[in-house]
């Protein structure tokens, strides 16, 4: 029937008007037969005007009409969607929401009469009443066809309404488990064989075990299996695994009416490569001795619902107290805040912004925030052992432990996302969590919850809003009512308790709470704006301080620097406005002693940490620290003032070094942590050693302008050796130096004389001279005649010497020979005198080889401590620095008047030119490269952590726990950094025993 012009333009206006956005479709549908009788009825249009996608649903009325099966049953449904406005509501609103509820009514055009009733119990149905719907089905497929048809009531109950959402989660966690006992059912019938041998429970995980189940999900469960009275047990657990995975296929496998969902028993003990059933005492024996944090995390939402639900009461009675005693095991907080983060890392890049569940601010920070407080303060509050995220966000509030206002902005941000992710998978009943990119969805998405002015616009608006609140509020949830417990500024606020702030500060791993508590205190209370400000930052920087090896030391050193600088306008405003200065400033303070002690004796390098004027992290290089140091010692009054401002500046950079250590080595949310640790051990080393030329290039300066003026009766020159020379330098090396002059035209030598050994005395007593800085201590005994020689000789004495008495273990040190401050032209003509000597034209005999070997065996055994464990020590055990460098020295004497490239003073360089050279197979430098470079990082981290040199890791747990999150290793894999640094030295240690003790024989 086509309709009149007149009427046609009418309608179409009519159908734009109710939401339609093909009205010319929408007419025509209007204008079939089936719809003959109420193509001019308004309240159809109204109907299907109220529906979240109007030309959805009149297409699927079109289709649910055309698929009944004769005119009667078509007619039925006429008058019954007319004289009946709930079923109206409901079956339209399905219709315009779920284009695979719609196809199930197609299949199953008498489906529709499942929304006719409207009595009270059909409000709210139950377990009961769900397994009531389904006690007809036999099969698999029957099953299906009901349990579609359960879904069809609780989805026209959610888009209308008529239910919230909290309520429509509770009801699919209740058609789960009704369907899980049809599945269960149907598997027993079909083997009564092992139903009669065993009891099995089925214990529901997750989002089913906590009453808050999406449309589409996978239904979490555990099997306990226990054999009858009587029965053998290995028999009994084998029945109850077959009956469990028969279960499992009738739920998940697709039948000609698609599949119900999958059963997923990964959450079991051991995960998938555990036993599928397990014994009540089986199951204990795992979680008393080997779960892990997030096991119990997950048992916290353990719920019995089918199968033998006595035994299921066992299970969960059996391990609840287990759950609420994971609070007390070390690294709690660490350990779900990194599962947390694991869980965000692993979602593709293109999808973090679309992530309703999983991204920033989605749902799962919700419930991972909540759970957290759950685990920490259900130990001694029974209120909040809710499997449930809403009843327990609601308890938590109730016991003071989460602010009410927060709580509340949780509750509906929680609401609201929930309700996104209904519609989303309720369309087509597929599991997704993302939001669609589609405009036609997201305006469907809209509508469906209200948004209609302009639903896409509004959607995204609301979506992003709510976002913003859950990513707020998730690190805040935790800290924040530590601060209102010990600020005490919100009248009538239910505050914090003292007993549960300080559950919650050990849960944290801070040792002593109280002190803790007091700093907080200290830092946050009162009405000033720094106060203010302070109660803005502290949440953040505890998550930060609590990731570390030592929360209370990080909190003490912040409170220490802000009370130091509190005052200063900048100090908060680069906190609070630079991002990443608090993090970077929250890492350096917990991650050791050294930098926190150089950043208390010059706070202000607090800028350093910002991205601003203070010159980032960058280290400085050698050319602009002279510039500074020099004339910082220019306008200083007298040697002694311009060596503690030449120390100023040290402690200083030693600080810009150290937080690009720390930085590099931790990471940030903005940054993480460096990938190339050698690049990372290079800049160290170069900043370091780039700082104490500098800083003994202002104290000749110094030393030379007091006693000479600017003439200096001898070119004087400073040659660095060791690791200075290879710019390789720790936080705690000393300087190894030569000290060289030569008299000036004119000059009488003795004279000259006096006055270098004048200037080398004053320069050491003047670096010696008590300081809380780290120590600078020159060492010159790798001069000629070690200690027995003169400390500073002339050009012509050294060429002398090495002409005439030069050893073979000189010839070595001066591998590593570089001017590092004083004169340039007489550094370099020092070098020009020792390269013949370091690299020879005849290499080395074999007795110069085995003298070499003999020397660095008796180092070791001389300077070895007396107890340290050989295999964990950085310099002198198997494959530590000695090894590596002696062997890497070994080649670039034997090889370095042929081969230019190793002739450098840098161990690195020297191997990688030697990979080049052939020398060396790539795969063993690697293996040399990579041990020194671990060693050289223990050796860093050591400094950093313990304020003190060392070769050996830290005994004290707190202190090798540092070094093993400098090193990578988080909470609780301390014997996992131990094992790869025995792996990595005991790798190198072959390789050297190849190329360093078997090289006379090559």
Not at 203 to 217: D, I, R
Not at 292 to 311: I, M
Not at 732 to 759: C, I, M
Not at 896 to 902: D, K, Q, V
Request: glycine content about 8%; aromatic content about 6%.
């Amino acid at each position: 029937m086509t309709a009149a012009p007149g009427r046609r333009s009418s309608t179409f206006t009519r159908l734009l008007r109710h939401g339609f956005t093909d009205a010319t479709a929408a007419e025509r549908l209007l204008d079939s037969a089936e719809l003959v009788l109420l193509r001019d009825d308004p309240v159809l249009l109204e109907a299907l005007g109220g529906t979240a996608d109007p030309d959805l649903a009149l297409l699927g009325l079109v289709r649910l009409l055309e698929a009944q099966p004769n005119p009667g049953a078509r007619r039925e449904l006429l008058d019954t969607l007319i004289a009946a406005k709930p079923l109206r509501d409901r079956l339209l609103g399905v219709l315009g929401a779920s284009t695979a509820l719609a196809d199930h009514l197609t299949r199953h055009p008498g489906d529709w009469q499942a929304l006719v009733m409207y009595e009270a119990y059909d409000l709210h149905p139950g377990v009961e009443e769900f397994e009531a719907g389904l006690a007809e089905a036999d099969d698999p497929v029957s099953l299906r066809v009901a349990y579609r048809r359960c879904l069809l009531s609780i989805a026209a109950r959610d888009v209308c309404g008529t239910t919230g959402v909290a309520e429509s989660a509770a009801e699919l966690a209740d058609l789960a488990t009704a369907t899980l006992r049809a599945a269960l059912g149907i598997a027993e019938a079909a083997a009564p064989e092992d139903a009669a041998l065993c009891r099995l429970a089925v214990v529901a995980m997750g989002k089913c075990g906590g009453h808050e189940l999406n449309y589409v999900s996978d239904v979490d469960v555990i099997f306990v299996g226990e054999a009858i009275e009587g029965a053998d047990e290995t028999k009994a657990v084998r029945a109850a695994t077959r009956l469990a995975s028969h279960m499992m296929r009738i739920c998940s496998e697709t039948t000609v009416e698609g599949s119900i969902w999958p059963v997923d028993a990964n959450l079991r003990p051991e995960g998938r490569n555990g036993p599928l059933v397990r014994t009540l005492s089986s199951h204990l024996a795992y979680y008393q001795r080997w779960a892990k944090t997030w096991e119990f995390q997950a048992l916290l939402k353990a719920r019995p619902v089918a199968g033998d639900l006595d035994l299921g009461e066992e299970y969960v009675a059996a391990v609840q107290p287990l759950v609420w005693k994971a609070a007390e095991r070390e690294n709690f907080v660490p350990d779900v805040q990194k599962m947390r983060r694991r869980v965000v890392e692993n979602i593709p890049l293109a999808e973090v912004d679309r992530q309703l569940k999983l991204g920033p601010g989605g749902l799962r920070d919700v419930e991972f925030a909540v759970q957290l407080l759950q685990l920490v303060h259900g130990r001694t509050d029974t209120s909040l052992r809710s499997g449930t995220t809403l009843d327990a966000l609601k308890a938590l509030a109730a016991g003071g432990y989460v602010g009410r206002a927060d709580a509340a902005k949780l509750d509906e941000a929680y609401r609201f996302l929930r309700s996104m992710e209904h519609r989303i998978q309720l369309f087509r009943l597929r599991r997704t969590h993302l939001v669609p990119e589609e405009e036609a969805e997201l305006r469907r998405i809209g509508r469906s919850l209200g948004l209609r002015a302009d639903p896409v616009a509004d959607l995204h608006r609301e979506w992003r809003r709510h976002a913003t609140v859950v990513r707020r509020l998730h690190e805040k949830l935790f800290y924040r009512p530590l601060l209102d417990a010990v600020a005490q500024l919100a009248p009538g606020e239910a505050r914090l308790r003292p007993e549960a702030a300080r559950e919650r500060m050990v849960a944290l791993g801070y040792a002593d709470p109280a002190s803790a508590l007091r700093h907080l205190e200290a830092l946050a209370s009162g009405v000033t704006r720094k106060a203010a400000i302070q109660r803005t930052l502290l949440p953040v920087l505890l998550g930060w301080f609590a990731d570390s090896a030592d929360p209370d030391a990080g909190l003490l050193n912040f409170r220490k620097v802000s009370d130091a600088l509190g005052k200063t306008p900048w100090y908060l405003r680069l906190l609070r406005d630079e991002g990443a200065a608090a993090q970077n400033l929250a890492r350096v303070l917990s991650a050791g002693r050294l930098a926190p002690d150089l950043l208390m004796r010059a706070p202000e390098a607090v800028a350093l940490l910002g991205d601003g004027d203070g010159g980032g992290l960058e280290p400085r290089s050698r050319t602009h620290l002279e510039q500074e140091i020099l004339a910082a010692v220019k306008r200083a009054d007298g040697s002694a003032q311009a060596v503690t401002a030449a120390r100023g500046v040290r402690r200083r950079e030693l600080f810009r070094t150290a937080a690009v250590d720390i930085v590099g080595s931790y990471g940030t949310e903005e940054q993480p942590a460096e990938a190339d640790q050698g690049a990372l051990v290079d800049r160290v080393g170069g900043a370091v050693s780039d700082l104490t030329a500098a800083t003994l290039a202002g104290t000749l300066r110094a030393v030379v302008r007091e006693g000479w003026g600017d003439s200096l009766p001898t070119r004087f020159a400073i040659i660095g050796m060791g690791r200075f020379g290879g710019h390789e330098l720790g936080y705690g090396s000393d300087a190894d130096v030569l000290f060289v002059h030569e008299p000036r035209d004119g000059v009488d030598e003795q004279e000259a004389g006096q006055a270098a050994n004048k200037v080398v005395s004053e320069m050491r007593r003047l670096l010696q001279i008590p300081s809380a800085d780290p120590p600078l201590l020159i060492d010159a005994d790798l001069r000629p005649e070690g200690k027995s020689g003169p400390l500073v000789r002339t050009l012509k004495s050294y060429e002398a010497y090495y002409r005439r008495w030069s050893l073979t273990w000189e010839s070595h040190a001066l591998l590593r020979a570089e001017p590092v401050a004083g004169d340039e032209d007489l550094g370099r003509r020092f070098i020009e005198l020792i390269d013949p000597l370091r690299y020879r034209a005849d290499g080395l005999d074999d007795e110069a080889v085995r003298e070499i070997r003999r020397l660095k065996a008796r180092m070791e055994s001389e300077r070895l401590p007396r107890g340290a464990d050989p295999k964990l020590h950085a310099k002198l055990g198997p494959g530590g620095l000695s090894d590596v460098e002696w062997t890497v020295q070994l080649l670039q004497l034997r090889h370095g008047s042929a081969e230019p490239g190793l002739r450098t003073t840098r161990t690195r360089e020297a191997l990688a030119a030697a990979r080049t050279a052939g020398l060396i197979t790539e795969e063993d430098a690697a293996t040399l490269d990579e041990a020194w470079v671990l060693a050289t990082r223990v050796r860093n981290a050591v400094m950093l952590v313990r304020g003190r040199a060392g070769d050996t890791f830290p005994t004290e747990p707190r202190e090798l726990a540092a070094v093993g999150r400098y090193l990578g290793y988080g909470p609780g894999h301390a014997g996992d950094m131990l094992d790869a640094y025995r792996r990595t030295a005991r790798r190198a240690r072959g390789v050297v025993e190849e190329l360093f003790y078997g090289a006379a024989e090559r």
